[in-house]
């Protein structure tokens, strides 16, 4: 699944890189990326405006082309405030981890913990499990989450043994859910497919073969019990684990894991702890 995540560079810029890496930061952050022809294109319609102009009013020929130059370089430069944006991090945090990667992964971390913390997305955790308990991902435009991911680890270091997710905006799309679920089960048994250093043709071929062996099996009726209550749900087992999912409301809530899942699930206790453990 999409999702979000926190980097920490090494190494801390020198103090003339400085300037040039907060440049790049800002200019990553435009929501207009202008390319050599766009400028070429302004400096074009610019000339053909200044032979006019001196023509008919005796205006200097090259003053045209200077400002809408300029007038295109400051409609791209400017788009780095304009919404949405299409990176979720603030400009703000983008400069600190260009300038100072300590104080920019520490607020990239806050921002993440504040916008999940603001999330109205019930999370859900299995009644009873002995292992790690983490945030295992999540996504969505920037402006606002549409699912997040509740990994349960037998060990912190280790994949996740099961995920639980819950889906927004999928109301009536029970095929996307499905489709979902297909996509993360077929990463399952990838490296048994390709071998420990597969090249990219070779992964593509792996995960292509695990989609068209998982849309054979057919999704048999269950009931996924969170909270004391009964939900109505489908769910089938594969070699490369299992999968589940009900409708809550106008939510989704997926179970998928690397084998039999007991499907009975309770609302989060503490969404706080969960979001520090990430």
């Known amino acids: ?21 907060a440049w790049r930061a800002l200019a990553r952050h435009r929501l207009i990326i202008p390319s050599p022809l766009l400028y070429l294109v302004a400096a074009g319609i610019g000339l053909v405006v200044g032979v006019v102009v001196q023509l008919t009013v005796g205006v200097w020929w090259w003053l045209p082309p200077i400002v809408l130059l300029v007038v295109a370089w400051l409609v ?3 788009s780095i405030w ?21 104080r920019g992964f520490e607020e990239r971390r806050r921002e993440q913990r504040d916008r999940l913390l603001a999330s109205q997305l019930p999370l859900f955790e299995l009644e009873s499990w002995p292992g790690t308990v983490r945030l295992a991902g999540w996504g969505g435009p920037p402006e606002r989450i549409t699912h997040i991911s509740v990994g349960f680890y037998d060990e912190p270091d280790t994949p996740a043994v099961v995920s639980i997710t819950t889906v927004a905006d999928e109301a009536g799309h029970e095929d996307r859910v499905q489709a979902r679920l297909l996509g993360e089960l077929s990463g399952r048994d990838l490296e048994s497919r390709t071998g420990p250093l597969p090249s990219p043709e070779a992964i593509r071929d792996g995960l292509d073969q695990a989609r068209d062996e998982l849309r054979r099996l057919r999704w048999a009726p269950a009931i996924i019990h969170i909270n004391g209550r009964d939900h109505e749900g489908a769910a089938f087992r594969a070699p490369q684990g299992s999968a589940a999912y009900c409708a809550v409301g106008d939510l989704w809530v997926t179970i998928e894991g690397s084998s039999d899942v007991d499907y009975r699930l309770r609302t989060l206790a503490d969404r706080d702890r969960l979001i520090h453990q990430s």
């Open 76 to 78: 791209a430069f400017t």
């Open 82 to 102: 304009w919404r949405p944006r299409t990176r979720a991090e603030s400009l703000r945090v983008a400069i600190l981890s260009a300038t100072d990667p300590q």
């Open 1 to 21: 699944m999409r999702g979000g995540a926190a980097y920490l560079e090494v190494t801390t810029p020198r103090p003339w890189a400085v300037p040039w890496r």
